[in-house]
């Protein structure tokens, strides 16, 4: 009611539908979502179509953590360009933690290399449609022939060389006499523990048709961790670890984490007290691994290259009558010319090593000889080790065939 000119009472009659428009607190609050959502999924396709690559520390954290215990705080990250190109090569994966990127067609310098030939020793990377390194030698399976299936790290991968120069490739070529041809595959990850490969080897050896599986794992199990693999593994898998996988996967979440983001150098090496894979994790890993391939009729090598637990590895191959190829005693013999024999792909290795590294640096550090860098060996380790793979894994099928 309101009063009229002449002081009367005057009824006041609102119009039809007056409440109606006025907006509940829900309503609003569900307006306010909405409109939240519509600019979060529209920031999500400007991220998507202006920024697909936001760096490799957050496209593949696990492996940022990895190499971060590794380097600690060391000068090498004042390389930032060598690193990117170096590591922009993983993606993230949820069973395994990271992949290699599929496709891959790079050529690189291993920033792991003496400054002063860095641009010397610059190598191809390439990987399949599903993200293991191609191998231009790999002839299809022939019935009759023999397939041999590589599991392993950078070492397997052949870190710092060119595909056809990586030991599964000199395996390939050891092997071509076989009756029925030969095919080997590298399934070699960079970066990968037993613990990974143990997950790798029962994904992929389920159609494999593998005659012989070559293990090769180590390097990295016996390496400073801020927690073991098991454990990020099994966090990984739980609900909580799976709700916020899928939620880091948004373009607005890695930018926000590139953005708040800690500098590669801001935590100590103290941090990282746990071992990636304790020592009898290890060899349970290894034993696992030879049980499946068992499983599936395939016969089992092991191959060691800076392996911190190689006693591990000998006593799981004795246990299971397998054969070890002991890839640091073959570069220990061509370190002191033991029981070399010429060889014209050896002495062309010896020439490339002196041309790249130059004779006066080989002679301050003479292990170069054997080394494409700090932590990887040259095309003329892998030239060796190859051929002992071969004969290692002839063995083994023969043993199987029996």
Same mark, same amino acid.
């Given at each position: 009611?309101?009063?009229?000119?002449?002081?009367?009472? !005057?009824?006041?009659?609102?119009?039809?539908?007056?409440?109606?428009?006025?907006?509940?607190?829900?309503?609003?609050?569900?307006?306010?979502?909405?409109?939240?959502?519509?600019?979060?999924?529209?920031?999500?396709?400007?991220?998507?179509?202006?920024?697909?690559?936001?760096?490799?520390?957050? !496209?593949?954290?696990?492996?940022?953590?990895?190499?971060?215990?590794?380097?600690?705080?060391?000068?090498?990250?004042?390389?930032?360009?060598?690193?990117?190109?170096?590591?922009?090569?993983?993606?993230?994966?949820?069973?395994?933690?990271?992949?290699?990127?599929?496709?891959?067609? !790079?050529?690189?310098?291993?920033?792991?290399?003496?400054?002063?030939?860095?641009?010397?020793?610059?190598?191809?990377i390439t990987t399949d449609a599903r993200g293991f390194r191609s191998n231009p030698d790999s002839a299809s399976r022939n019935p009759g022939g023999i397939r041999v299936a590589c599991f392993g790290?950078?070492?397997?991968?052949?870190?710092g060389l060119d595909p056809a120069s990586a030991w599964p490739s000199v395996m390939q070529r050891s092997l071509a006499g076989y009756p029925g041809g030969a095919e080997v595959l590298n399934f070699?990850?960079?970066?990968?523990?037993?613990?990974?490969?143990?997950?790798?080897?029962?994904?992929?050896?389920?159609?494999?048709?593998?005659?012989?599986?070559?293990?090769?794992?180590?390097?990295?199990?016996?390496?400073?961790?801020?927690?073991?693999?098991?454990?990020?593994?099994?966090?990984?898998?739980?609900?909580?670890?799976?709700?916020?996988?899928?939620?880091?996967?948004?373009?607005?979440?890695?930018?926000?984490?590139?953005?708040?983001?800690?500098?590669?150098?801001?935590?100590?090496?103290?941090?990282?007290?746990?071992?990636?894979?304790?020592? !009898?994790?290890?060899?349970?890993?290894?034993?696992?691994?030879?049980?499946?391939?068992?499983?599936?009729?395939?016969?089992?090598?092991?191959?060691?290259?800076?392996?911190?637990?190689?006693?591990?590895?000998?006593?799981?191959?004795?246990?299971?009558?397998?054969?070890?190829?002991?890839?640091?005693?073959?570069?220990?013999?061509?370190?002191?010319?033991?029981?070399?024999?010429?060889?014209?792909?050896?002495?062309?290795?010896?020439?490339?090593?002196?041309?790249?590294?130059?004779?006066?640096?080989?002679?301050?550090?003479?292990?170069?000889?054997?080394?494409?860098?700090?932590?990887?060996?040259?095309?003329?380790?892998?030239?060796?080790?190859?051929?002992?793979?071969?004969?290692?894994?002839?063995?083994?099928?023969?043993?199987?065939?029996?």
């Open positions: 009611m309101t009063e009229s000119a002449g002081g009367k009472p !005057e009824k006041v009659i609102n119009s039809p539908g007056a409440e109606g428009r006025k907006m509940s607190r829900p309503r609003k609050a569900l307006g306010g979502l909405a409109i939240a959502l519509l600019f979060f999924v529209l920031l999500e396709v400007i991220l998507a179509l202006a920024a697909p690559d936001l760096g490799w520390e957050v !496209e593949a954290p696990m492996v940022y953590e990895q190499i971060r215990a590794y380097l600690g705080e060391g000068g090498l990250w004042s390389d930032e360009k060598g690193i990117s190109l170096n590591f922009s090569i993983y993606r993230d994966d949820f069973g395994l933690l990271w992949a290699m990127k599929p496709g891959l067609d !790079e050529t690189v310098s291993d920033f792991l290399t003496p400054s002063h030939c860095r641009e010397k020793t610059r190598f191809r790290d950078s070492h397997c991968f052949g870190w070699g990850v960079p970066g990968y523990s037993s613990a990974q490969g143990l997950l790798l080897v029962r994904e992929e050896l389920e159609d494999l048709e593998a005659d012989v599986v070559v293990i090769s794992y180590g390097f990295n199990d016996n390496l400073r961790a801020s927690c073991p693999d098991s454990g990020l593994l099994r966090k990984r898998r739980s609900p909580i670890g799976s709700a916020a996988w899928a939620a880091g996967r948004l373009r607005t979440a890695k930018l926000i984490a590139l953005i708040a983001g800690e500098s590669p150098t801001s935590r100590h090496a103290g941090d990282f007290r746990a071992r990636r894979v304790p020592p !009898e994790e290890y060899e349970s890993n290894l034993m696992l691994m030879a049980d499946e391939c068992r499983k599936r009729g395939a016969g089992v090598v092991f191959l060691s290259v800076y392996n911190g637990y190689r006693s591990g590895m000998k006593k799981v191959a004795q246990s299971l009558g397998a054969e070890v190829v002991d890839v640091d005693g073959i570069a220990g013999a061509l370190d002191d010319d033991a029981g070399v024999r010429p060889d014209p792909e050896d002495s062309a290795g010896k020439d490339k090593a002196i041309s790249t590294f130059g004779a006066g640096f080989l002679e301050a550090n003479p292990k170069y000889l054997t080394h494409i860098d700090a932590a990887h060996y040259n095309g003329r380790v892998h030239l060796h080790a190859g051929r002992a793979a071969a004969k290692a894994a002839l063995a083994a099928a023969r043993r199987r065939a029996r």
